[in-house]
């Protein structure tokens, strides 16, 4: 228990040397702590004390020379290598977000957002007004995303597809990984204003701005047309239920008769024994996940069940889950043909 307490120093441990960079300065050659403070512009001793206490953690070690190497776990707080989480590190870790936690007791007590309580806004309009938030929160989700693109690729076939619109779909990684897989395919990104710019800018860095465009808009308005498939990838979970009926919506009138809709998410367990049966990794993530939601979107995990929920009420059907060797799932979803609008709360 008292690990579990103090695990909250860990992170912040963590967070202070992905914030100064240290794994991208030791990443060619160790170095002592002296040496990172100058380059840091830090305290020596109190650099020295915190990366210390990283060595027990596995994400430095020490040579014979007293000086910090980085490990395999450390690697992945580098800037802009493949698996970085810095970004990820940074948002989460970061004055904003932690503040939002600072108000998690409102929540308890009302079930609102923590992070409008705390800053005034929903998260969404903060990065509107904050253009260097925006561009970590992108960031940092582009490096999530990475870690299960390959798995997903792997697992679903996206052959039959001509044109594909990735709905809240960031810089365009996910999109993009599937056009570089798959050459007859067109598709759209479509976010935000403040995220679409990143994507345009990463659709042409890796030359596929024949093949795909960047838009911008609220997908609880509207979503554009033209797709045969629509990509809801770690959307709908940063909602509650009536926005992302919303989202939902929109995306089932854009359809054609024999669209899609993909929607790739966790599936919290269908029952509570189910946490107690595996105490895993993957678990562990989608509780947190689930906590992180409600703090600062309102939204939420949800099993299946809840899923189909969702989907039943505005006149899509699960067609199959497809799981991927990640804990996200693909889940499928086809237009009912038999629904009335007015159906819909």
């Known amino acids: 228990m008292v690990a579990l307490i103090e695990a909250s120093w860990l992170s912040k441990a963590i967070y202070v040397v992905a914030s100064l960079g240290i794994p991208d300065l030791i990443d060619d050659r160790p170095k002592r702590s002296e040496e990172l ?4 512009g830090t305290h ?54 932690q503040a939002a936690w ?54 679903y076939r996206f052959a039959p597809l001509r044109r594909i619109v990735d709905v809240g779909g ?8 599937i056009l570089q897989q798959y050459p007859e395919i067109k598709g759209v990104v479509f976010d935000l ?16 701005s024949n093949r795909c465009d960047a838009a911008c808009g609220d997908a609880l308005v509207e979503v554009p047309s033209g797709g045969d498939a629509y990509i809801l990838s770690r959307v709908l979970h940063d909602w509650d239920d009536e926005s992302a009926r919303r ?12 669209g899609r809709i993909l929607v790739i998410e966790r599936a919290m367990p269908d029952n509570l024994t189910a946490l107690n049966a595996a105490r895993t990794p993957a678990l562990s993530d989608i ?40 804990a996200m799932n693909v889940i499928e979803l086809r237009a009912l043909s038999r629904w009335a609008p007015e159906e819909c709360d």
């Not at 960031?170 to 990984?177: A, T, W």
């Open 37 to 40: 403070a100058v380059l840091t």
């Open 44 to 97: 020596a001793q109190s650099l020295h004390r915190i990366m210390r206490a990283l060595v027990v953690h596995d994400i430095f070690t020490v040579d014979q020379l007293d000086r910090f190497c980085l490990t395999p776990l450390g690697a992945t707080l580098r800037t802009d290598v493949p698996g970085s989480l810095r970004a990820w590190a940074l948002l989460m870790l970061g004055t904003v977000n």
């Open 102 to 155: 600072g108000e998690i007791i409102y929540t308890m007590r009302t079930g609102g957002s923590a992070f409008q309580r705390r800053h005034g806004v929903d998260l969404w309009q903060y990065q509107a007004n904050d253009h260097e938030y925006a561009g970590l929160f992108a960031a940092a989700m582009a490096s999530f995303t990475a870690t299960y693109i390959n798995s997903v690729l792997g697992c």
């Open 170 to 177: 960031g810089d365009g990684s996910l999109l993009i990984g």
């Open 193 to 208: 204003p403040e995220i679409v710019d990143r994507a345009k800018q990463r659709i042409n860095e890796v030359g596929l």
């Open 247 to 258: 989202i939902l919506t929109n995306c089932r009138n854009a359809l054609p008769v024999d």
């Open 287 to 326: 509780t947190m996940t689930d906590l992180n939601m409600m703090v600062m979107t309102s939204g939420r995990e949800r099993t299946i069940a809840e899923y189909q929920d969702l989907f039943g009420a505005v006149g899509l059907e699960l067609s199959r889950v497809v799981p991927t060797d990640t």
